[in-house]
């Protein structure tokens, strides 16, 4: 069924989110993967607020029909804010254990003096 | 530093970009975008600028503590019109300007776009759009600088 | 109506707003001078204090206090509701009372401990910001909301985990936190969007009333993991529990303190969830999720002090006894949903779960001023000797006589000896999880012994013992540290010396707010 795609799509993001989280060992690519895991439960959000031969939830100009619902468009767009604040706040991060232990490898940091 | 090439070019679209990204949020109430995602364009333009004349050359222009001001009076508009609202409408976050002859007071009668409408959501929008813009510009103007100082180490 | 009734009509909102204002106010205040914003920040948590307590009066007479953002039209419009939704139940004013000490305490004790420190303006907005992430978690009405004040509580309080950036194990700690509580908190999200893809609400009392027994389907069970998972992970439960002590350990005293209060706004997130969210399917075996609990707790409970055997780091030790504390709320909560949740048991069991809950909730507000007096503590040895290895702490009780006696205050209260107040919850604990199954009371009486053997070491070791040449000019923390712990240190007195009161009057609301969740689900057709 095609309407089915975004939702295994979903799943496909956040499980390979996960993995890169887990598995990967530079810090970057972790960031990465959280990134991956909110692109994830984002498309979720949209998903589930689509309808079948819906037009945008727009009421400007709207050329009329059945609406997409908007709430869950709302939702989504906070939690791209919030990503945007994880996501700076994770790379300084990055960047200040970059400059501690000169590396970007989970296996070489916890090293060294206090 | 760039090429002549990239400064120009990024000098010639950057008025594009800001008058863009300053629609966006002006019209936040009416069509999809508002303060966040027009702010977000506008210091995109100001990063195209970053990235085509270099650190330092901006860092000359302004200052970080400034943008951090600039952020502060942003959300200070935004929860200052919540507590407006609470003061003349009664409730917390009260749109208490809708219904009303004032600027933005209008109620749409059709689909068709009118500007004057929203009460106290463009000017909401106008704070995040403000808040945005520092914010946004702050973050990555900072991570450069330290990131180039690092290089030229 | 007079200012006082407007006051507390808008209070659920305020208490939630000025801080929030604050925070955006701090950089501007800051220009002004050093004793004046920190004047400024000091007024600012006093009004929001006021306020809670005001709050507090109302609720604990019976209300249920809601507030509608934005207009105050009825909010319920063809069983639809409209408007974000504030609804403040005994539970909720009670993990206020405790934020609103918490962030005095740490806001009075920054004053001399980050005296020395650069980019003070950035630290006290952060502060605020994160104590208005954890009101708005303890008061919203509404499961996106929460998500919201959860993520603004995390970032905040990453940022302030990794303060000393000088300090590489600090910024360590803090990416550790971010990636974990990050994708908590990305799974709570999910399973809101579960939810309301479901059941087309987002208002945590119209989701609760639509969950039923018999609309009960995958979908909620694996939301219902989901979100247990992730919050219990965001509060540091085992088997998640490795960023908490790192975090704790590596921030700065007076925000390892208001950590405490952030962590516990988790935990109230979890009881939130398991007594009202799901607290009309509560019956369901999928859901009594009771044993877990008793069982995650205990688990908690053993690693928080076996692991702190081994610390040699005054504050990491600490954080570990804090990560045992943790053990025993979950412990007193897990007994009381065991039981009410099975329908076989019979009425008598029922006091004891009353009892259980009791001692679990009253637990919370006792860990919370146990724990952060000693973080304060462990801060305030570090302001004056700049060590934390116990390794190398001896003598320091001849020049800090005031610190001496509130760490033995705050190492009686923590391992439960009376007359302080960990005794009093903790022995609520015991007698009820007694009647569940004995061997669960022993273990953690065990605990709290190893825990008092533990803390009477570092006590010897760190105050103790002869003087060391190195530490002969010390001097006793500054006054505003002074006065913090003070405050934190009558209270767990007074709380230890009248345990009935404090039942009766903060802990009894909260206990029947989470069993009775159906009050709190049919205000809307009592009407608002």
């Known amino acids: 069924m095609i309407a089915n795609i975004p939702f295994l799509a979903v799943m496909a993001m956040i499980i390979i989110g996960l993995a890169t989280v887990v598995f990967k060992r530079n810090l970057i690519k972790m960031v990465i993967g959280v990134s991956i895991i909110e692109s994830g439960v984002n498309l979720f959000l949209i998903t589930l607020g689509y309808r079948e031969h819906s037009v945008a939830p727009i009421y400007t100009a709207s050329p009329g029909g059945i609406m997409s619902y908007p709430v869950p468009q709302a939702l989504t767009l906070t939690s791209i804010v919030i990503g945007v604040a994880v996501l700076a706040l994770m790379l300084s991060l990055v960047i200040y254990i970059y400059r501690h232990y000169k590396t970007l490898d989970i296996r070489k940091l916890g090293g060294g003096e206090e | 530093?760039?090429?002549?090439?990239?400064?120009?070019?990024?000098?010639?679209?950057?008025?594009?970009?800001?008058?863009?990204?300053?629609?966006?949020?002006?019209?936040?109430?009416?069509?999809?975008?508002?303060?966040?995602?027009?702010?977000?364009?506008?210091?995109?333009?100001?990063?195209?600028?970053?990235?085509?004349?270099?650190?330092?050359?901006?860092?000359?222009?302004?200052?970080?503590?400034?943008?951090?001001?600039?952020?502060?009076?942003?959300?200070?508009?935004?929860?200052?019109?919540?507590?407006l609202g609470l003061i003349f409408g009664g409730m917390f976050f009260t749109n208490f300007i809708a219904g009303t002859s004032m600027l933005f007071g209008g109620i749409p009668t059709s689909t068709a776009a009118n500007i004057n409408t929203g009460g106290t959501l463009p000017l909401m929008n106008f704070a995040v759009g403000l808040k945005v813009i520092a914010g946004l510009f702050a973050i990555v103007l900072v991570m450069a600088y330290a990131i180039s100082k690092e290089e030229g180490e | 109506m007079n200012i006082l009734d407007i006051l507390l009509q808008q209070s659920p909102a305020l208490i939630v707003a000025t801080p929030l204002l604050g925070a955006f106010l701090t950089p501007l205040i800051g220009k002004l001078g050093y004793n004046v914003r920190n004047i400024f920040i000091i007024i600012i948590l006093a009004v929001t204090a006021f306020l809670v307590f005001l709050l507090a009066s109302d609720v604990f007479s019976g209300n249920i206090h809601t507030y509608v953002f934005g207009g105050t039209t009825s909010t319920v419009l063809s069983n639809t509701v409209i408007r974000i939704l504030f609804e403040v139940d005994g539970l909720s004013i009670f993990m206020a009372i405790i934020t609103v000490i918490l962030s005095l305490a740490a806001v009075i004790y920054s004053w001399a401990f980050m005296r020395e420190e650069t980019g003070q303006d950035k630290y006290y907005t952060l502060l605020l910001l994160m104590t208005t992430g954890m009101f708005g978690m303890v008061l919203t009405g509404d499961l996106f909301n929460f998500f919201v004040f959860l993520e603004i509580t995390s970032i905040a309080s990453c940022a302030l985990i990794a303060f000393w950036t000088h300090k590489a194990k600090a910024v360590e700690a803090a990416f550790n936190y971010m990636v974990i509580s990050t994708i908590g908190a990305l799974f709570v999200l999910l399973s809101i969007a579960f939810l309301y893809g479901k059941y087309d609400a987002l208002n945590i009392a119209k989701l609760a009333s639509r969950i039923t027994p018999v609309s009960f389907s995958f979908i909620d069970k694996l939301s219902l993991i989901l979100l247990l998972a992730a919050l219990t992970m965001k509060a540091g439960i085992a088997p998640m529990h490795m960023w908490l002590p790192d975090a704790y350990g590596r921030a700065p005293a007076s925000i390892s303190i208001i950590l405490v209060g952030a962590t516990q706004a988790s935990l109230y997130g979890v009881f939130r969830i398991c007594f009202t969210l799901y607290g009309n399917v509560i019956q369901i075996p999928e859901v009594s999720l009771g044993w877990i609990m008793v069982i995650l707790g205990l688990i908690t409970m053993l690693i928080g002090v076996f692991m702190a055997m081994i610390q040699i780091d005054f504050k990491k030790l600490i954080a570990y006894g804090a990560l045992a504390e943790l053990g025993y709320m979950f412990l007193g909560v897990g007994t009381g949903l065991t039981i009410l949740s099975n329908p076989q048991l019979s009425l008598a069991s029922n006091s004891f779960a009353l009892q259980a809950m009791k001692g679990g909730i009253f637990h919370i507000i006792n860990d919370a001023l146990d724990v952060g007096l000693l973080f304060l503590v462990a801060g305030a040895v570090y302001y004056a000797t700049k060590e934390s290895s116990l390794n190398n702490l001896g003598g320091i009780a001849r020049n800090m006589k005031y610190t001496t006696v509130f760490f033995l205050i705050g190492l009686l209260a923590v391992s439960g000896i009376p007359p302080m107040n960990g005794f009093a919850s903790k022995l609520l604990i015991y007698e009820s999880v007694y009647q569940l199954n004995p061997i669960l009371a022993i273990i953690a009486i065990l605990a709290s012994i190893m825990l008092l053997a533990i803390m009477v070491k570092v006590f010897y070791s760190a105050f103790l013992g002869p003087k060391i040449d190195r530490f002969q000019d010390i001097r006793e923390a500054p006054k505003s540290m002074l006065i913090a712990m003070g405050i934190l240190a009558s209270l767990i007195i007074f709380f230890g010396l009248f345990p009935d009161l404090i039942v009766n009057t903060l802990v009894e609301p909260a206990v029947k707010a989470i069993t009775h969740p159906t009050s709190y689900i049919l205000w809307l057709t009592g009407g608002v």
């Not at chain 2, 990204?21 to 210091?43: D, E, K, M, N, S």
């Not at chain 2, 995109?44 to 004349?53: F, P």
């Not at chain 2, 400034?66 to 508009?77: K, M, P, R």
């Open chain 2, 1 to 83: 530093m760039m090429s002549k090439i990239v400064k120009t070019i990024a000098g010639i679209s950057f008025p594009f970009i800001t008058i863009y990204g300053l629609y966006v949020i002006a019209h936040g109430h009416l069509t999809p975008g508002g303060g966040f995602q027009g702010g977000a364009i506008v210091a995109s333009g100001l990063i195209l600028l970053l990235v085509a004349y270099g650190t330092d050359w901006i860092i000359e222009k302004i200052k970080e503590s400034h943008l951090s001001i600039l952020e502060s009076l942003g959300a200070l508009g935004f929860i200052g019109v919540a507590f």
